[in-house]
């Protein structure tokens, strides 16, 4: 179905924004991004290998839907621990719209992976857990939530994050591509293009959002489940996002207002304010030598190379140098 954002009077959120949005006739709210420089400039000065980018961007699509729902001055990081070729993501958001990241990985297991055609992002990850870390500031008091990576996707893990933690019903979709174009005279320059959406069930009258019961792992054998049928509007609201392509969340010409209205017109969709999303790392000069100077004087000249001590930030690659004196 063809339209124009300009019938309704509304301006497109373009790349490197998240749109917020709701759909009452389905008690459903959730947030849309589509990622393009941000992601382009994080991955390009680390020069990672395609599967190892392709997962970090996957990560900072998920951190940037869920980071932008603070309602408060603060940050959302999101960082993995596990025994795969990718053994540590970590992404970083600043409210209002500050995002870094980098990842920590083992280029010979990564390359097998690639060789035996099993790079997946299951296989990347590994086992071992996710932690989703929201902090308000010195004075109040960081809330953690971990998941286990067992052979799972990060979409499974924001579903059962919202589940475990806050029991609320959420479906999730994120998508990487790779965006190749060509100017005259030039030959083909390569770049990223990511997206996402996440919808939540939260419907007025609580008695709908029923679920079931956690299996505690303990129950005697032969013992039924407990099961509660899903409510309609979810089950619809949840085949809906099911039908979205990845190319749907990557391709450029392709708003996240026009996906939005392709999925949810006949309902009838609320937008909000889009948040932008900035890729701006916290480091400073000043920071990372507050730090050296907790160190004794022992493990400080440890670090001297060259008469120099070097400390080059994970985030964006910036070098600042330091006289050991």
Known sequence: MAFSLDEFG?????????????????????????????????LGRHDYPEPVSRLLAEAMVLTSLLGTSLKFQGRFTLQTQTDGPVSMLVVDFSSPDALRAYASFDAERVEEAVSSG??????????????????????????????????????????????????????????????????????PSHGWS?????????????????????????APEGTKAHAVDEDDAWIEAK??????????????????ERLLFRLFHERGVRLFDPQPIEDRCQCSREKVAGVLNNFGSEELADMVVDDKIVVTCEFCSTRYEFDPK
């Open 239 to 256: 085949a809906l996002v099911d039908t979205v392509k990845d190319l749907e969340l990557t391709d450029p010409d392709i708003s996240v």
């Open 10 to 42: 509304i301006e497109p959120a373009g790349v490197d924004a998240v749109r917020p949005f709701s759909v009452e006739g389905l008690d459903v709210r959730g947030r849309a991004v589509a990622l393009g420089p941000v992601v382009e400039r994080i």
């Open 194 to 218: 990511a997206g996402g959406v996440l919808i939540q069930f939260l419907p007025e009258a609580p008695d709908r959002m029923r679920a079931p019961d956690l299996d505690p792992g303990d």
């Open 118 to 187: 099993n790079a997946t992002p299951q296989m990347l990850l590994g086992h071992g857990h996710l932690a989703m870390t929201i902090d308000q500031g010195r004075h109040m008091q960081r809330y953690q939530g971990l998941v286990e990576l067992d052979g799972i996707s990060l979409e499974e893990v924001a579903r059962r994050y919202f589940a475990r933690s806050e029991q609320i019903p959420t479906e999730v979709r994120l998508a990487v591509g790779e965006v190749f174009t060509r100017q005259a005279g030039e030959g």
